[in-house]
């Protein structure tokens, strides 16, 4: 959340001349962070006023981000205070509404009160925006007078530009698995039971594992991929992920838990977007449905299981249209676009100030 905070404020200020300032939960005292002034969210309560005037409030809400238990009630007495201050346009980006879980998971018991704080959150804003549609339909059945767009998470590993040669050039049997230390370890998992269901043409001889932290479960995965090179980089460093992604041409994501969950859901993993991001065709490990943004349709969605697969006959022309499609519904210029929509913010214009 915070690198995609950093990324937004950064357009913001860059395209629209408006500057952010940040308040942050984890900080005791104001401290700055690429050229943002960063003040202690608490601080906001303790005071129970703004030092200077703000024009508008973003506010980025996963509810595990403010309580390990995912119910920030002490957030929303500071929430109102700063509604009340100030006045103009209120955006709030809802990474995750709620969290649910099994009958021995918090989540499942705790999910209603994460309900009732992302209602109340709802209710204060003047516009929200979620990642899916689904997750749109979830928010109107909460507050049916909300005003919600959709914007995909974008890529935290780059968004490069790329000609159709470049892609088209590519080596149909190099993989990538990224993300989180978990996802990669669920990833390379079930990578291992699916391989020889892939037809020959693209079959992996080459696999780049991208991202997380060191783990050694993921490393002794590997070594069982006896007729595969394998290439594990934990913690790489985004310009060097970007130009591995930028010569890969499938990308497997075992994202979901459960069959039964909508395919776009993957509209909210960085992984997903940083494949889209770098022309890499995503392959889930089950048939998925359809997965759109306001009608405008990606490619596939492509899986491999244990009895069958398919993929597309032609990569090349498959992966440049995943590209565009990117480029028009999730790139974080299309979102910094429709945040200053929001905003009222003009290219250039005078300099208002978002409080994030």
């Not at 308040?23 to 005071?47: H, K, N, Q, W």
């Not at 009340?84 to 999910?111: N, V």
């Not at 479960?217 to 985004?238: E, F, G, T, W």
């Not at 890499?280 to 943004?293: E, K, M, N, T």
């Amino acid at each position: 959340m915070g690198d995609y905070a950093l990324t937004v404020a950064k357009k913001l200020r860059d395209d629209y001349g408006a500057n952010t300032v940040f308040a942050a939960r984890d900080i005791a005292s104001s401290a700055t962070v690429a050229g943002f002034e960063i003040v202690a969210l608490a601080s906001l309560a303790m005071s129970g006023f703004l030092p200077r005037k703000h024009d508008h409030v973003i506010l980025h809400f996963v509810n595990y981000g403010y309580q390990k238990r995912g119910v920030p009630f002490w957030l929303l007495p500071i929430l109102r205070g700063l509604r009340s201050q100030c006045p103009d346009d209120w955006l709030t980006i809802f990474h995750e509404l709620h969290a649910s879980g099994p009958p021995w998971k918090s989540a499942f018991w705790l999910r209603p009160f994460q309900i009732q704080i992302a209602k109340s959150i709802s209710l204060l804003s003047d516009a929200s925006l979620v990642s899916s549609e689904a997750a749109r339909a979830q928010l109107l059945h909460l507050n049916p007078g909300a005003k919600v767009s959709v914007h995909p998470v974008f890529s935290n590993f780059g968004e490069p530009s790329l000609s159709a040669e470049e892609i088209g050039r590519r080596d149909p049997h190099r993989w990538v698995i990224c993300g989180g230390t978990a996802l990669v370890e669920r990833s390379v998992r079930s990578f291992r039971g699916i391989l020889n269901q892939v037809p020959d043409c693209f079959s992996p001889r080459e696999v780049f594992v991208l991202g997380g932290k060191d783990n050694p479960a993921v490393r002794a995965l590997l070594v069982d991929l006896a007729r595969i090179h394998s290439d594990y980089r934990p913690q790489i460093p985004v310009a060097e992920a970007s130009q591995i992604l930028s010569t890969a041409s499938f990308a497997w994501i075992d994202y979901f838990h459960r069959p039964d969950v909508p395919t776009a859901i993957a509209l909210k993993s960085g992984s997903f977007a940083a494949a889209c991001a770098h022309a890499v065709i995503p392959v889930f490990p089950h048939r998925g449905s359809a997965i759109s943004v306001q009608g405008d349709r990606l490619p596939g969605p492509y899986f491999v299981d244990r009895r069958r697969s398919e993929l597309p006959q032609e990569r090349a022309g498959i992966a440049s249209e995943i590209y565009a499609w990117y480029q028009r519904c999730a790139s974080s210029q299309h979102l910094a676009r429709g945040i200053a929509g929001a905003l009222g913010l003009a290219p250039g214009g005078i300099s208002p100030q978002p409080f994030g």
